[in-house]
């Protein structure tokens, strides 16, 4: 089976927002599905709880039971980079402990979709220049890359992309999100498709529930054949 992995282009870019919907997809296609978040940082506070929002989305809108020991590593309550997040708190990322993560979850589930921490070039450690994207590298999965739709996607979706094709990681396809259908994102779009012809692109609308897309196959063409395979098809 496919496992992959959700970059973007920066933080905030929908990252948490497609997984979400590329979980579901897959869970309604009969797959065992884990989204897996090996580092995440910001706290958010609830009187007198706290959570964090990415694995608290995986856990709101599974349409499967999740373990949270299965879908995150490392949370640290400082919204910062994760080197920076870590060494306040007094620990440190293992690179080998989120590879070795992975390679785990693979034999346990049809799926599992890896969303990366801000975007590409996001140090993990406060001395030393490993970065998201060595872990990405290592891990040998194909990923898909959020972008946005609105002005600087251009400039920071070809950087990225460059980024990726440095370091030989497949790209399984470019998400744009957040589209508002406005004639500077039709062009972006079209534009980046002009630099980027072979790629699939699926856009994304903003202002959505997670729940609006569940009938829609906006992934069909992302998808390779070895995800859509169900048992015994
Ligand atoms: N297509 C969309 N429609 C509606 N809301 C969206 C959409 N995409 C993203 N959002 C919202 O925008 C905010 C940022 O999205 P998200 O948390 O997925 O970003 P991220 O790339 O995962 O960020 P991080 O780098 O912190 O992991 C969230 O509140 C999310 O619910
Ligand atoms: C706090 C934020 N929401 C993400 N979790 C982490 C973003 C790291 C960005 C690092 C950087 O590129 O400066
Ligand atoms: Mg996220």
């Not at 910062?80 to 402990?97: K, N, R, T």
């Not at 194909?142 to 992309?161: C, E, K, W």
């Not at 039709?186 to 897309?213: A, D, M, Y």
């Amino acid at each position: 089976m496919d496992h992959f992995w959700v970059v973007g282009t920066g933080t905030d870019v929908g990252k948490t927002f497609i997984t979400t919907l590329m979980m579901r997809y897959l869970q309604r296609k009969g797959l065992k599905v884990v989204p897996y978040k090996p580092v995440q940082t910001g706290a958010v506070k609830k009187g007198n709880k706290t959570h964090y929002s990415d694995t608290t989305t995986y856990l709101t809108y599974s349409l499967q039971p999740l373990s949270p020991d299965d879908i995150n590593s490392y949370s640290f309550p400082t919204p910062a980079s994760p080197h920076f997040a870590a060494e306040l708190e007094g620990e440190w990322i293992s690179g080998a402990q989120i590879l070795n993560k992975i390679d785990h979850l693979t034999k346990e589930y049809d799926v599992v979709i890896c969303e990366g921490a801000g975007g590409l070039y996001v140090p993990l450690q406060p001395y030393t220049s490993l970065t998201l994207l060595d872990i990405i590298q290592r891990s040998k999965l194909p990923a898909v890359l959020v972008t946005r739709s609105n002005l600087g996607t251009i400039n920071h979706t070809l950087l990225s992309l460059e980024a990726l094709k440095s370091r030989g990681i497949e790209l399984l396809g470019i998400i744009v999100n957040q589209y508002e259908h406005s004639p500077i994102e039709k062009s972006n779009v079209q534009t980046l498709q002009r630099f980027i012809p072979s790629i699939p692109f699926v856009i994304v609308e903003g202002n959505r529930t997670i729940e609006s897309f569940d009938d829609e196959t906006i992934f069909e063409r992302l998808m390779k054949r070895e995800l859509l395979r169900t048992s015994g098809s």
